[in-house]
């Protein structure tokens, strides 16, 4: 069988990439999905937004590139749309709307529609293998641009696709689903608690900055379940090393090291996929993240539930969770939290991203419009080889365009020095200038 891999034109702001360029892990989005399709024994065709898709009398799949699919969901998926194709259909990807589906879908294309009374469309049933409490109580699935047809007849990609999304009928895929919940500062109405996802059966459209954020948080599980399947005997090691068996115990054993990884003695790593020759320094704490290769952790710093993508410095006492960091970063923040950055980008160490908005919902600019995600904890995005400085303060949901570099302004800055300073006189910042504290409450 072949797949269709289907360009959509689409661009992620502010990094002016396909949405297949974008991080994952220590990939990317277009590798990892390539990498599924080829496990599922599928030949790649591209086909360009502008070109014609070639015939096929062959049962193929066919993906728009913002489309992200897990191995397990698409597997699943084309052994429950197989008797739609057998006779001569054409399936769509669907889930029921659980907590997993809804942290991955705000602000992007995935159609969220009630369930069919009967057939494949029809909710998952409450008892089954498969069944889960979140899916038994859904009311509505989200439909993906993930289709498995019959055969295909040469036309446009765009109109291919447009008809797809009209006329496949609907595959609903069960999943198993754990939820971890994050507290969160609000004020007003609401809970403060956001769920954290942990599946192997994930499906995104990947259409702006937040969607990779997001999928690198969600991701986490998915890809420490895909380790361990493919690692069956370190994993059994790893869950004997963990004896007396605790949870703290357990996360503590469940470190993946690369070649060459090496951790000083009073550093803490837990849960943590490491890639070769990382350094974590003394004192410095990894907690459930995924580290490419080549990263330097420095001494005291914090990366928690992020991924680093490879290279990225954290530099000693910086602070970094639930962030994300392509290739090559630099990190210094005291605090960075639910935040993007691009990648050769860096930020000062008093670089502020304000990551709440204690009332409401941050909004972000999309194809031209704000458009609301749903959250009120979210940081920015700083794009490839961006730099913001010091006493930078960003108002949640920002973006900033790649090769920026973002100042303090000159005013806060003290220019002028007196040679003579005053012994125990307060002094202030004055248009540039040090003077006594006095004189500025005398001439107001």
């Known amino acids: 069988m072949r797949a269709l891999l289907i360009a959509t034109g689409r661009r992620i702001s502010p990094f002016d990439e396909a949405p297949g360029a ?40 066919v993906l728009a590139d913002h489309t992200f699919v897990t191995e397990k969901c698409l597997g699943d998926f084309l052994e429950r749309a197989f008797d739609v194709v057998a006779t001569g259909g054409e399936a769509r990807l669907a889930l029921a709307r659980t907590p997993s589906v809804d942290f991955l879908r705000p602000v992007s294309s995935a159609t969220i529609e009630p369930f069919d009374d009967d057939g494949l469309g029809a909710a998952v049933p409450a008892r089954g293998r498969f069944a889960t409490r979140h899916e038994s109580a859904a009311r509505e699935r989200v439909a993906y641009d993930c289709f498995f047809v019959a055969r295909v007849e040469a036309q446009p990609a765009a109109a291919l696709l447009a008809r797809l999304r009209q006329e496949a009928r609907r595959v609903v895929v069960p999943k198993k689903e754990l939820g ?99 350094v974590i320094g003394a ?58 950055i691009g990648r050769g980008a860096s930020l000062s160490t008093w670089a502020g991203f304000i990551d709440a908005k204690l009332q409401g919902s941050v909004d972000v600019r999309h194809d031209g419009a704000l458009v609301s995600t749903e959250r009120s904890f979210l940081g920015s995005c700083l794009g490839h080889g961006g730099h913001v400085g010091a006493k930078v303060l960003l108002l949640p949901g920002r973006e900033i365009p790649g090769g920026a570099f973002v100042a303090m302004r000159p005013d806060e800055l003290i220019v002028d020095v007196p040679r003579e300073l005053p012994a125990g006189v307060p002094l202030v910042r004055d248009r540039g200038r040090l003077v006594p504290l006095a004189s500025l409450r005398a001439s107001s």
């Open 22 to 61: 974008a991080l994952y892990g220590r990939s990317t989005v277009g590798a990892a999905v390539r990498e599924a399709l080829t496990r599922r024994g599928l030949t790649i065709v591209e086909v360009a937004a502008d070109g014609d898709v070639p015939a096929s009398a062959e049962p193929t799949v």
């Open 180 to 278: 971890i919940p994050l507290r969160l500062p609000t004020l007003g109405e609401g809970n403060g608690t956001l769920l954290i996802p942990v599946t192997s059966t994930l499906a995104a459209h990947v259409e702006h900055w937040v969607h990779v954020l997001w999928l690198n948080q969600a991701g986490f599980g998915a890809q420490w379940m895909d380790l361990l399947r493919a690692h069956k005997a370190w994993a059994f090691a790893r869950a004997l090393a963990g004896a007396p068996w605790s949870f703290a115990a357990l996360t503590k054993s469940l470190v993946r090291r690369g070649r060459g990884a090496r951790i000083h003695p009073t550093a803490h790593v837990e849960a943590s996929i490491l890639g070769d020759d990382v």
């Open 283 to 340: 004192g410095a704490s990894v907690r459930n993240s995924i580290v490419g290769d080549g990263v330097v952790v420095g001494d005291h710093a914090t990366v928690l539930s992020s991924t680093l993508g490879a290279r990225v410095g954290v530099t000693p006492r910086s602070f970094v969770v639930w962030s994300a960091a392509y290739e090559d970063a630099v990190l210094s923040n005291y605090k960075l939290q639910v935040s993007l």
